[in-house]
């Protein structure tokens, strides 16, 4: 017998970790940049549609509880792991990128911490309109979108090559946001639908380009 939980409601966690270490394999062994992007983003479609799942399912408390420590361990892998995986993996290790990786891994367990203590505690009142802070999810997307626009330059203009500037950017800017007490609107309801069809449009572009 293997320990865990293994109900149907984490199927979908666990396939966001897939697509993480799978885009992880990607950029380690070929430097696929491409296939790492699009990993990214199903891994934040994954993240997306995991919570909504698992509410639809029947669980007991302690399916319940491994299922919030699931999403919290999965997302330090999917959304803090994974970015600085890809920074060192592409050799941007300036003394300042190395903090931003420092402070992205720090700001991101802390903010997950943060809010498995108020679910765990009966302090999170369930579903809220705002989100404080910006979620470790948002990696998921900034740094597609970031590699999307300098492709998108590098194509009008091969002498412009910013992804490692707005890499670096993005992952300073995370750090402070994911800790930073601001409302941020969180999606709801066609709002996800309309993320979805972004995400997979934002695939497709990454494989295009």
């Known amino acids: 017998m293997l320990i865990g939980k293994y109900n149907k409601s984490l199927i979908i966690s666990y396939l966001g970790v897939f697509f993480a270490v799978l885009g992880m394999y990607f950029l380690a062994h070929s430097l696929d940049l491409?296939?790492?992007?699009?990993c990214?983003?199903?891994?934040?479609?994954?993240?997306m549609l995991d919570g909504m799942v698992a509410r639809m399912m029947?669980?007991?408390?302690?399916?319940?509880?491994?299922?919030?420590?699931?999403?919290?361990l999965a997302d330090t892998i999917d959304f803090v792991v994974f970015p600085v995986f890809i920074g060192l993996t592409l050799g941007y290790s300036e003394w300042y990128q190395v903090i931003a990786y420092i402070l992205?891994?720090?700001?991101?367990?802390?903010?997950?911490?943060?809010?498995?203590?108020?679910?765990?505690?009966k302090k999170d009142k369930g579903p809220v309109k705002y989100y404080s802070g910006l979620p470790v999810t948002s990696t998921s997307i900034t740094i597609p979108v970031?590699?999307?626009?300098?492709?998108?330059?590098?194509?009008?203009?091969?002498?412009?090559?910013?992804?490692?500037?707005?890499?670096?950017?993005?992952?300073f800017a995370s750090?402070?946001?994911?800790?930073?007490?601001?409302?941020v609107p969180?999606?709801?309801?066609?709002?996800?639908v309309i993320m979805g069809g972004?995400?997979?449009?934002?695939?497709?572009?990454?494989?295009?380009?």
């Open 34 to 38: 491409k296939a790492t992007m699009v």
């Open 40 to 47: 990214f983003l199903l891994a934040g479609v994954c993240d």
């Open 58 to 72: 029947k669980r007991d408390k302690d399916e319940e509880l491994f299922g919030i420590q699931l999403d919290s």
């Open 104 to 121: 992205i891994a720090m700001a991101g367990v802390q903010r997950l911490c943060h809010f498995n203590v108020l679910v765990i505690n």
């Open 146 to 171: 970031v590699y999307l626009i300098s492709r998108i330059l590098f194509k009008i203009n091969s002498d412009i090559n910013i992804f490692e500037t707005l890499f670096t950017f993005v992952v």
């Open 175 to 183: 750090a402070i946001l994911f800790v930073l007490n601001i409302k």
């Open 186 to 192: 969180k999606p709801r309801g066609k709002a996800y």
């Open 198 to 209: 972004l995400a997979v449009l934002g695939a497709i572009l990454i494989c295009v380009l």
